[in-house]
């Protein structure tokens, strides 16, 4: 019955079960698990002597006079009544409402809550909810609505739908054990007194039991993900090559570093295929410890595969890995930009063994893309790719093991969420010799003494890098990238080559452009966020950031850690005319810090979880009533529970977890990206 369509439920229909599917709501279940997002306090009403002008409030009043309706112009009627508790008066004012006026009887008493106003000396109540008088008004729930649903309506609907839910008997997805340790309510209590609570205590008992079965199912499905991924290794590896690969380096690697390599090796010595994510921020030196891993896989004769998201990445990856490889390695680039023949090249390469790492982008997918042994899969800017297409690499091989870097810094709390079925090494210091970058924060009328400064620079034979937010130009007010780099080249920059990149260029166009700026040919590049990854031009020293109020933190951190990769002192002079004072909390952030990881938990803190970075895209799944932020310390729990329970059936195939197993299968498939079997 839970899955019966919600049309078929009272007060629905084939028209409004169209409005409904917009909040995402299909079936019965879907509608008792659509939670209140706020409460209405009708337990507690005032009376009207003791209301205050500005307080939002709830009195139970008598209707003392007819409502009288008169039509103030074209479209606009006003009806008007006198409220009575006895012991006070107040106006009651509708506006464009007939229904409700039409509703309310002469003498009958009624719920009305809403804002107090004061006019000559009356208090006054204009467009409050009104609820029929009962003894036991509690909390009105109040529901995310859509265009063509009163709150009224979908309440009722919602409550139809509880009832046919509260008909069938349903197993508890929690067991018994989990509910008695954290002292947690049942199932039934909890959806009942969601969405009808009598007081603030049930409010609370029924979303701590939601949220801790939400995050507890979210945490069965990330163990079960790890489990299904432990495969046995199909290769004997032998890791003291590693040694020789760090030996030829020109330079010593660092502390964290040197960690990230030994978690990989013994991953990779181990009976188990790897499944570990090394996060660092900008600059740690991720593909160096990938080089390492790279070098090993070959000198055991064994192939590997480097995937990055945009083809400049997968470029730069390239010219990385061949130099510092050395001959010993034989490394072919497979991307869409490239020729028919130099792609065929490189895949019978690939086909027949010759070669022993391939880096490309999403290319390396395509059904015709074959290896001989492919034994590690090394996906980077992870976030930037679903589960489905790292997966879809990894079946190229015969359980290869599998390398996921990222250098956009992910808080803790969320990457307990996106990676928990990875190990996670953390590169969490910078190589020797980096300078912090001196970050400002500037308005537009700054332009000049930016420009001057920028000169200064290239003066000395350093680059420089202009970000616009814009490709090109639109209705809007923002910079565009095209006539901007005119505008620069023709005026303040003219003894300067200025080039221009952005993602609407053709990848020969882009390639050209990057190799004429990282040659120094190209002194000052003007670009959008294209240049966000994937860029290392240890020359360039100056970033000047455009609109900066139009970009996430995170996206400002990866941007400014463009710049500051050589010796020189480097900065970055963000741009910006919001007075907002979010948006200029954000920016006086980046200029106070330039670490990361610190710079990502104030933006998932300002924007949320949800705004962080488009979750479906990155296989984590969307809660309906848990918080990353608010419900950290039922994160833990429920995560301390999911192990327990899975330690004795390590697939949740015992009879009394088929709810559960069931939950998380329904859950994970949410997003089209993370399957469990």
Request: hydrophobic share 40%; net charge neutral; with cysteine.
């Amino acid at each position: 019955m839970t899955t019966i369509d919600i049309q078929y439920v009272k007060g629905v229909g084939e028209k409004r079960a169209k409005l409904l599917e917009k909040l995402g709501i299909f079936t019965v279940e879907d509608a008792v698990r659509y939670y209140p997002r706020a409460y209405l306090d009708f337990a507690n009403c005032k009376p009207i002597a003791a209301l205050v002008p500005g307080e939002t409030a709830c009195v139970r009043a008598v209707v003392g006079t007819e409502l009288f309706g008169a039509q103030i112009r074209k479209g606009l009627t006003i009806w008007r009544s006198v409220l009575t508790d006895g012991a006070g008066t107040m106006h009651l004012i509708i506006f464009n409402n007939r229904f409700l006026a039409e509703r309310l009887k002469q003498g009958e008493t009624y719920l009305f809550y809403g804002k107090v106003t004061e006019n000559y000396g009356t208090l006054e109540m204009n467009n409050p909810l009104v609820e029929e008088d009962c003894e036991n008004a509690g909390f009105l729930p109040v529901y995310p609505l859509t265009a063509g649903i009163s709150r009224l309506q979908l309440s009722r609907i919602i409550q139809n739908a509880l009832k046919l839910w509260l008909q069938e008997e349903h197993a508890e997805l929690l067991p018994e054990a989990v509910r008695h340790d954290y002292s947690l309510c049942r199932e039934r209590y909890a959806l009942t007194r969601i969405h009808a609570p009598v007081s603030l205590e049930e409010v609370q008992i029924a979303r701590r039991r939601l949220i801790f079965e939400e995050l507890f199912v979210l945490q069965c499905g990330m163990a079960l993900l790890r489990v299904q991924g432990r495969q046995r290794s199909a290769f004997c590896v032998d890791t003291a090559f590693a040694a020789e690969f760090l030996e030829q380096l020109p330079f010593t690697l660092t502390g964290a570093q040197n960690r990230a390599v030994a978690d990989c090796l013994r991953d990779l010595s181990g009976a188990w295929v790897m499944n570990r994510l090394i996060q660092g921020d900008v600059g740690s030196g991720k593909t160096v410890v990938a080089a390492a891993l790279l070098y090993t896989m070959a000198k055991n004769g064994l192939q590997s595969a480097l995937m990055a998201p945009t083809e400049i990445l997968a470029r730069q990856h390239y010219e990385t890995l061949q130099k510092i490889l050395g001959g010993s390695v034989r490394v072919v680039l497979l991307t869409g930009g490239l020729t028919a023949r130099e792609k065929r090249v490189a895949k019978a390469a690939l086909k027949s063994g010759e070669a022993a790492v391939a880096v490309g982008t999403h290319a390396l997918l395509t059904g015709d893309v074959e290896f001989s042994a492919l034994s590690l899969v090394v996906t980077d800017e992870q976030h930037r790719f679903g589960v489905r297409q790292r997966s879809t690499l990894s079946e190229k091989g015969r359980a290869p093991h599998v390398l996921v870097m990222s250098a956009t810094p992910i808080p803790r709390t969320l990457s307990l969420m996106i990676y928990g079925d990875l190990d996670i090494s953390v590169i969490d210091e910078l190589p020797g010799g980096r300078k912090k970058i001196l970050t400002y924060a500037v308005d537009s009328s700054y332009h000049p003494r930016v420009y001057a400064f920028l000169r200064k620079h290239l003066d000395t034979g350093l680059q420089g890098y202009v970000v616009c937010p814009a490709v090109e130009e639109s209705e809007s007010e923002l910079l565009s990238a095209v006539e901007y780099a005119k505008e620069l080249s023709a005026k303040e920059f003219s003894a300067y080559r200025v080039g221009l990149l952005h993602g609407k260029m053709k990848p020969k166009e882009k390639a050209a452009i990057m190799e004429a700026f990282a040659a120094g040919e190209i002194r000052l590049l003007v670009s959008t966020t294209v240049i966000e990854v994937g860029i290392d031009v240890p020359n360039a020293a100056v970033m000047v950031i455009e609109n900066a109020e139009r970009f996430g933190l995170s996206q400002l951190h990866q941007l400014r850690g463009r710049v500051g990769r050589g010796s020189a002192q480097s900065y970055c002079i963000l741009i910006s005319d919001a007075q907002g004072e979010s948006a200029k909390a954000r920016l006086e952030m980046m200029t106070k810090t330039n670490d990361g990881f610190a710079v990502a938990e104030f933006d998932l803190k300002q924007r949320g979880p949800g705004d962080f970075f488009g979750s479906r895209q990155h296989g984590l799944p969307e809660l309906k009533i848990a918080d990353l932020l608010e419900d950290m310390d039922t994160l833990q729990q429920a995560k301390h529970a999911a192990l327990d329970v899975l330690a004795g059936d390590r697939r949740l195939e015992h009879p009394e977890h088929r709810a559960l197993r069931q939950a998380v299968k329904q859950l994970f498939s949410q997003n089209g990206e993370t399957s469990l079997n």
